[in-house]
């Protein structure tokens, strides 16, 4: 049984930093993709980034690229989410999510990922 779980939300100022956390249980990360979203009251999920275990490689949404960074723990079992320049935009319950099979195309919708964490809450204050 894969459980994902989220930590490091809080409230923050705007310009401020944060580092999401997402550690995984029951399986490890190796050769998985892993996924951020995040949610806003009254929005859709939308995607955050997204790394692929096995390369390294990661990929971002526009509206995060150059402020947010995936990195990840090996040693943990653990990816991150360093969060830059926070905006009250940035306001949402971020998730992480996992999957073993999913391909790139898949890597920034929900649907490419079986496994979600609960999701932590972040708050930019302006």
């Known amino acids: 049984q894969v459980q994902l779980v989220e930590s490091g939300g809080e409230l923050v100022q705007a310009g401020g930093s944060l580092r999401l956390s997402c550690a995984a249980s029951?399986?490890?990360?190796?050769?998985?993709?892993v996924g951020w979203f995040r949610q806003a009251p009254g929005k859709e999920r939308e995607y955050v980034g997204a790394l692929r275990w096995s390369s390294g490689h990661t990929y971002y949404a526009d509206t995060v690229k150059g402020r947010f960074t995936i990195s990840k723990d090996a040693a943990k079992n653990t990816v991150y989410l360093q969060m830059n320049a926070l905006k009250p935009d940035d306001t949402a319950v971020y998730y992480c999510?996992?999957?073993?099979?999913?391909?790139?195309?898949?890597?920034?919708?929900?649907?490419?990922?079986?496994?979600w964490g609960p999701g932590t809450q972040v708050t930019v204050s302006s």
């Open positions: 029951g399986r490890t990360f190796s050769r998985a993709a």
């Open positions: 999510a996992a999957g073993w099979n999913t391909i790139l195309s898949q890597m920034s919708v929900p649907g490419g990922y079986p496994y």
